[in-house]
């Protein structure tokens, strides 16, 4: 099970963030970033079944600079406020300090991966090229990576995307598939959302083989040889 406990990033400000640690000693560390709804049950959920893995899994309440506690449906309204709070209310230099405080905290586990889902999944790939300390990333349907797609990496990263995904066209997916060759970059026959059981979109098979190919980069990249 995993608990509540608070970060401080580089500026001062303290954000929670739910932690949870494997039965034995961790393999690495994870970072779990969050979709627009907040770290709500299903990003406790994600984070808790890494933990299960054998990961020290963290995931950052990203939204506490704006409001604290937010846990949000997947409903109309619960959209509406997250897209509020994720395009108008955070300053984003600021949230990575906040970000890069949970792969400091990850970092007690040795190596760190971060994923990223939605809101997330853009976060994922930012932290790939703008964060010390950050040795893979996954990038789960992340809307406006294509606006940022020639970044570089600094690190191994894979893309997962959705060929029925309505907010992230196929042009899209083939701009940053153009932009980052060296990059691993999957569609799979879903819709938006995939990988969450919470919501309507969830689709089974497309998160298992996406969860299997994000765990294979973990491996890889998280417990080789230093």
Not at 72 to 90: F, N, V
Not at 178 to 193: I, L, R
Request: include cysteine; charge should be negative.
């Amino acid at each position: 099970m995993g608990e509540w406990v608070e970060l401080e990033a580089a500026d001062g400000f303290r954000l929670a963030a739910w932690q949870a640690r494997p039965a034995g000693r961790p393999k690495g560390g994870v970072v779990v970033i969050q979709e627009i709804f907040g770290v709500n049950a299903h990003v406790r959920e994600v984070t808790e079944g890494f933990a299960a893995d054998g990961w020290l899994a963290v995931a950052p309440a990203l939204f506490d600079r704006a409001e604290r506690g937010v846990e949000l449906g997947y409903d109309a309204a619960g959209m509406e406020r997250g897209i509020a709070l994720a395009r108008g209310e955070l300053d984003m230099e600021q949230t990575l300090l906040d970000l890069h405080a949970a792969v400091c905290a990850a970092g007690e586990g040795g190596r760190v991966g971060v994923v990223g889902y939605c809101f997330g999944g853009l976060l994922a790939w930012l932290a790939a090229c703008r964060l010390d300390g950050v040795a893979c990333a996954a990038s789960y349907y992340g809307g406006g990576v294509a606006d940022v797609a020639t970044l570089e990496a600094r690190c191994p990263v894979i893309f997962h995307f959705g060929a029925r995904d309505a907010h992230i066209p196929p042009e899209q997916v083939e701009a940053v598939r153009a932009a980052q060759p060296e990059s691993q970059v999957h569609v799979y026959d879903a819709d938006h959302g995939f990988n969450c059981d919470h919501r309507a979109s969830f689709d089974a098979g497309a998160a298992a083989e996406a969860r299997r190919r994000t765990l294979e980069l973990f491996e890889r990249t998280l417990t080789a040889a230093v």
